[in-house]
């Protein structure tokens, strides 16, 4: 098999882009990767004939072109079938889809209000007042989620399933956010968010976005100015 190639926007500021490139590094598959400045003329140009969404993340491989985050983490775990992305048993997979799935469509205020930043933290900044009832109803949620999957499925390990797999690369990047603003959580939401932080994979990638020397002006303006950028 050749290798999968992902091409990825800037690592500090690409929540997408870091999900499925996790999911990669858990699969264990060899794979090529591409860091691409977002928002240039060129990446533009570039994305408008390389990816069908015209979006980071997307995926090539033996001439297959996929985008969508959810949609490249399920490719992969089909390339890795032993590497455990999902869990073995039905009904925790089942869950862990769900899940996925929700943070893929959801979370629409926490992802406006808080971009990725991975060079930076805000512990003061504030949620503009619009939309800080819904950031918080999402955050409760987003704690609720975590607190329960733990709780039931989370026995053998650190993780929502126990062991570091796809749902946990799905959220990821809400929990660097959760970091980068200091958002309050229960004890147990908390405890997750230790175990991804210290995850070497995502280690990692905090790394590489901490030396890739890339900046886009509008997310150093933070918090002044938050651009929609899930
Ligand atoms: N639904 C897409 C969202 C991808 C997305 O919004 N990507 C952002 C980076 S995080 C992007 O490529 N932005 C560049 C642009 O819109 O030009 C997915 O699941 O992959």
Sequence with gaps: MSKPHIYLGNKAYSSWSMRPW??????????????????????????????????????????????ETIAIIEYVAELAPHAGLWPT?????????????????????VRQNMPVHL?????????????????????????????????????????????FGAADCMFAPVVTRFV???????SNAHAYVDAIMAQPFVSEWIAAAQTEGMEIASYEQLPDHVPFLA
């Design 119 to 163: 060079r930076k933290r805000f512990p003061a900044y504030q949620v503009p007042e619009a939309a800080r009832a819904d950031v918080a109803t999402q955050v409760a949620r987003m704690d609720a989620l975590w607190t329960g999957c733990r709780n039931q499925f989370g026995a053998t390990g650190p993780f929502l399933f126990g062991s």
């Design 22 to 67: 996790l999911a990669l590094r858990a699969s264990g598959i060899a794979f090529d990767e591409t860091t691409m400045e977002m928002f240039t003329p060129e990446t533009v140009s570039w994305l408008a004939t390389n990816s069908p969404n015209k979006k980071f993340p997307v995926l090539h491989h033996d001439g297959l072109v996929i985008a």
């Design 89 to 109: 048993d039905i009904r925790a997979r089942a869950v862990a889809r769900a899940l996925s799935a929700e943070m893929h469509a959801g979370f629409p205020a």
């Design 180 to 186: 980068t603003y200091n958002v309050s959580l229960s």
